[in-house]
């Protein structure tokens, strides 16, 4: 039985002929370039940190260094292998979220805008860019095809090293909440969040951006299946019809699908396979920092010390493979690749910042509205951009999706209202 999975695995990887058997434009890829070698060669190098460095935590708890370590590199090991003491009671944290009695009802429209659009402008453009860089050429000319850039890590790279700057500068210009946590324990969600995000830009060169975008809405499936087995959680009727209704609306747009262009790559078993390898990635690294806030952390600081991970296992994975320096000299070749990566970087950043603020200032069912609203209006901008085709049955099981999106926000407030507990809402840090 493993057998027949492996080989499944491995025809997954290989190249997939054209509808009606023609023969695909380009010749077929060496297989050191196939999408699962490279997630092995990319595992292999974040085990290459990750192993040593858990081997020697569990060597330091061991010993007791707590209680027997001195010398100069003791404050340093402490915090990353022990952590600090959980702050004091009259230490002050971050206030929580409160509206000033002399706040207008103008003022607060004027914020609700300005975060709306921060949050639609970053990711609207961030989707876009995403899909030009893992999609299309770069120097093409009349004479010659040009050139794509390939190597998803390399992106992902440039993402966190932004994020991580803009963190480490609002720690440093804003009071944060006493650090609690050991630092190694952000390696974790740090390591599934690359991985998450490797599997999101690799899935682009086998999916279409919005069959990618709907499997991120339907995440809250298997995010219910897993509660269900494993934490044996129990669920309002209301879960189980807008989950059905997740389901009908994604089945409808993924079997009326029209045909994609030539220059567009077409769903494969491949880009579900990662689109699978995105959602578990991707659920585990919100459990984790769900976890990890019980240091009364803030979410800026999850963001730095995340990200400062993701920089390390990248760097490194990259410097083993000798690909960091091939990225580099992709960016010298092709400047509007720069400035794409660049811009890439700066929305993915700027946008992590607006999702602080929003539910910072509205709550978290506001910013679920417009991200939810936002993943709209990036199908229909990647339709238009780009010249994916939707049918009518598709388009209709699009508007089925979202309106049990927002049909589960409209029961979560219902629900908050009448003083019951609600469904918990899905960790916001690290989303890109």
Known sequence: MDTRWWAVVVLATLPFRGAGGEAPEAPPEPWTQLWF????VNAAGYASFMV??????????????????????FPLVKACVFGNEPKA???????????????????????????????????????????????????????????????SQFLVLMNRVLALMVAGLYCALCKQPRHGAPMYQYSFASLTNVLSSWCQYEALKFVSFPTQVLAKASKVIPV????????????????YFTAGL??????????????????????TLSGLILLTGYIAFDSFTSNWQDALFAYKMSSVQMMFGVNFF?????????????????????MGRHSEFAAHALLLSVCSACGQLFIFYTIGQFGA??????????????????????????????????????????????????????GKKAVPVESTVQKV
């Open 89 to 151: 009671p009259d230490e002050p944290g971050l206030a929580p979220r409160t509206e000033s009695a002399e706040t207008t009802p103008t003022w607060q429209a004027l914020k609700l805008l300005f975060c709306a659009a921060g949050l639609q402008v970053s990711y609207l453009t961030w989707g876009v860019l995403q899909e030009r860089v893992m999609t299309r050429s770069y120097g093409a000319t009349a004479t010659t095809p040009g050139e794509r850039f390939t190597d």
């Open 365 to 418: 069912a506001v910013f679920t509205i417009i991200m939810t609203l936002r993943q709209a209006f990036a199908i229909l901008l990647s339709c238009l951009l780009y010249g994916h085709t939707v049918t009518v049955v598709g388009g209709l099981g699009v508007a089925v999706v979202f309106a049990a999106l927002l049909l589960r926000v409209y029961a979560r407030g219902r629900l908050k209202q009448r």
């Open 37 to 40: 070698f490279r997630f092995l």
């Open 224 to 239: 219910m299946l897993m509660g269900k087995l494993v934490s044996r959680r129990s669920y309002e009727h209301w879960e």
């Open 310 to 330: 993701s920089c390390l296992f990248t760097v490194g994975s990259l410097l083993e493979q000798g690909a960091l320096l091939e990225g580099t000299r992709f």
């Open 52 to 73: 040593p460095g858990y081997l020697l935590v569990q060597y330091l708890r061991r010993r007791n260094y707590l209680e027997t370590g001195r010398g100069l590199c």
């Open 246 to 267: 997740i389901s009908v609306g994604v089945s409808m747009f993924l079997l009326s699908s029209g045909p994609e262009p030539r220059s567009s790559p077409a769903t």
